[in-house]
């Protein structure tokens, strides 16, 4: 069975001070990881794919890198708008669903 | 742009009532999902759909029941609504085994 854990549950940045999210994952032929941004209220937004190890992505402060067991997202030099939870996911095998974390709540304070 | 659009943001309904949510996505995507998510829980899949008339229990399916006529429409039924189904639903599409989902933007039931 497919399974991903996110830390920390929560995190609470300066604005401007740079951090990473982690995600650790247990699957059975990595087809896709996923990254997801979710503000409150509303459904997730897809920020990036990974499929190999070694693959990174990048977008505006948001950096996706990926090992063989997890995937960290950097956050560079953060600002409020940045505050949501982000949410991480795998896909494996033979399966068409994703396997989502519980996500990392992100507070970006003045 | 492409879109998966859910009926309804806000929803409230009495405890016993058949309940329907609606997703629509003009994708031509092959899969649908239905997900819940609570807090600490995370997202947990309800059923999801690979084809039209096709569907799959997913890890939480009891109490709930689905329906796919068309490629674009996957709806969710409560068949009995309970307060333990009050939530944030989750609809979301992909193409068959490719690519990450498109998520609608949820619809916020509550059951009283």
């Known amino acids: 069975e497919d399974q991903v854990t996110q830390s920390p549950e929560a995190l609470r940045l300066q604005e401007g001070e740079s951090s990473s999210l982690n995600c650790s994952y247990t699957?059975?032929?990595?087809?896709?990881l996923f990254w997801y941004r979710q503000d409150p209220g509303k459904g997730p937004e897809f920020l990036f794919t990974l499929y190999s190890a070694g693959e990174e992505k990048e977008k505006e402060r948001l950096k996706a890198t990926l090992t063989k067991k997890e995937s960290f997202l950097h956050i560079t030099a953060p600002k409020p708008e940045d505050s949501a939870t982000y949410l991480c996911?795998?896909?494996?095998?033979?399966?068409?669903?994703?396997?989502f974390g519980t996500g990392t709540r992100l507070q970006v304070t003045l | 742009d492409v879109k998966v659009t859910q009926s309804s943001r806000y929803l409230v309904k009495r405890t016993g009532e058949k309940v329907f949510l609606e997703c629509v996505q003009d994708m031509d995507h092959e899969n649908m999902f239905w997900y819940r998510q609570d807090p600490g829980l995370g997202l947990r899949l309800i059923y999801f759909?690979?084809?039209?008339?096709?569907?799959e229990k997913g890890d939480i399916p009891e109490g709930y029941s689905v329906s796919r006529e068309k490629k674009e429409r996957f709806s969710l039924i409560l068949e009995s609504a309970s307060t333990n189904q009050t939530s944030m639903y989750l609809c979301?599409?992909?193409?068959?085994?490719?690519?990450?989902?498109?998520f609608g933007s949820g619809t916020r039931l509550t059951v009283v």
């Open positions: 699957v059975s032929g990595l087809r896709g």
């Open positions: 979301a599409s992909s193409l068959s085994g490719k690519g990450g989902y498109t």
């Open positions: 996911a795998v896909r494996g095998g033979t399966a068409s669903k994703l396997t």
């Open positions: 759909s690979y084809d039209v008339k096709m569907k």
